[in-house]
């Protein structure tokens, strides 16, 4: 089972940015498709967007969609997520994980995850 450890988050004004990593050890990353989750308080928790083994496959949540990226460097076992424009209901803890195979179809399996990562977006 594939260990998941983020980095990168923090507190940042509206409109600014922040690039989410999260890094990989254990079998072989390039085995699964990866995705980004958050949870606000208060809230469930929420998809922010997958990838699949190879990229360039990406999908990505409407309220994301056009400010965050999703990318992977399989080489160096790690998972980013670029977000821009970033507003304050963007604030939640992130949370990077391995799907359940090479590709996203969609849903909730995910296998492993990260122990989390907070983003904080002021007004």
């Known amino acids: 089972q594939v260990q998941l450890v983020e980095s990168g988050g923090g507190l940042v004004q509206a409109g600014g940015s922040l690039r989410l990593s999260c890094a990989a050890s254990g079998p072989a990353f390039s085995r699964y498709a990866m995705g980004w989750f958050r949870h606000a308080p208060g809230k469930e928790r929420e998809f922010v967007a997958a990838?699949?083994?190879?990229?360039?496959?990406?999908y990505y949540a409407n309220s994301v969609e056009g400010r965050f990226t999703i990318s992977r460097d399989n080489a160096k076992n790690t998972l980013f997520l670029q977000m821009n424009k970033l507003k304050p209901e963007d604030t939640a803890v992130y949370y990077c994980?391995?799907?359940?195979?090479?590709?996203?179809?969609?849903?909730?399996?995910?296998?492993?995850w990260g122990q989390g990562t907070q983003v904080t977006v002021s007004s």
């Open positions: 994980a391995a799907y359940s195979g090479k590709y996203y179809t969609g849903g909730l399996d995910f296998k492993s």
């Open positions: 990838v699949n083994w190879s990229g360039p496959d990406t």
